[in-house]
């Protein structure tokens, strides 16, 4: 019976070049399949404190800056630019408080106020250079500093030492008349 197959057909098997083509396409197929999926996981991970200065826009600051608000008690963030939100991101944020430093050196909570009704509980700026807000943010039990430049984001015990941190870096970055 099988000899008859393979006598009518006038094939034993598939070319190269077929095997190839096969191999191709499934490649082809499984590489736009996993990027899809990675961009999908991408867009799931939710804004936390450690990755509050460069999650969000991932490097892509427009020329007119942007913000991340965070409403509800930070459960809900939204990327808002050129005048409109053009992002809805997951928060887990969680409850937390923001400070900056006064021209007498004193700890001042921030108000951010409202957006479409909502008490805004963080608003964090990003500029197109690549800086972003300064300020000091209290969440469970800790105090992080946020440079406006470059610098790294540190972690203080009390908000006294994180305020200490941010004068320290007042003038830092300063025309002192040195050239180099």
Same mark, same amino acid.
């Given at each position: %019976?099988?000899?008859? +197959?393979?006598?009518?057909?006038? !094939? $034993? ?5 077929? +095997? &190839?083509? /096969? ?9 736009? *399949?996993? /990027? ?6 991408? $867009?799931?991970?939710?804004?936390? +404190?450690?990755?509050? @200065?460069?999650?969000?826009? !991932?490097?892509?600051?427009? #020329? ?6 965070? &409403? ?9 630019? =050129? ?12 409850? &937390?408080? #923001? ?13 951010? =106020?409202?957006? @479409? ?5 963080? !608003?964090? @700026?990003?500029?197109?250079? =690549?800086?972003?807000?300064? %300020? *000091? *943010? $209290?969440?469970? =039990? @800790?105090? +992080? ?14 908000? $006294?030492? #994180? /305020? ?17």
């Amino acid at each position: %019976m099988f000899s008859k +197959l393979r006598e009518g057909s006038g !094939r $034993e098997a598939f070319s190269l070049l077929e +095997l &190839l083509i /096969v191999i191709v396409i499934i490649s082809v197929f499984y590489s736009l *399949i996993s /990027v899809n999926f990675s961009l999908k996981k991408r $867009e799931s991970e939710s804004v936390k +404190l450690e990755n509050l @200065r460069r999650y969000p826009l !991932r490097g892509r600051v427009p #020329a007119e800056g942007a913000q991340l608000l965070c &409403l509800n008690e930070c459960r809900e963030c939204y990327i808002y630019s =050129g005048g409109k939100v053009t992002a809805e991101l997951e928060s887990a944020l969680g409850s &937390l408080k #923001a400070y900056i430093v006064d021209k007498s050196g004193e700890a001042v909570p921030v108000d951010f =106020g409202r957006f @479409r009704d909502h008490r805004i509980c963080l !608003r964090f @700026r990003y500029y197109p250079n =690549g800086s972003s807000s300064e %300020m *000091i *943010i $209290e969440s469970k =039990g @800790r105090f +992080l500093y946020y440079p406006t430049l470059f610098a790294k984001v540190e972690s203080f015990d009390s908000l $006294e030492e #994180a /305020v200490t941190r941010w004068r320290r870096g007042e003038g830092e970055f300063t025309d002192k008349g040195d050239y180099y």
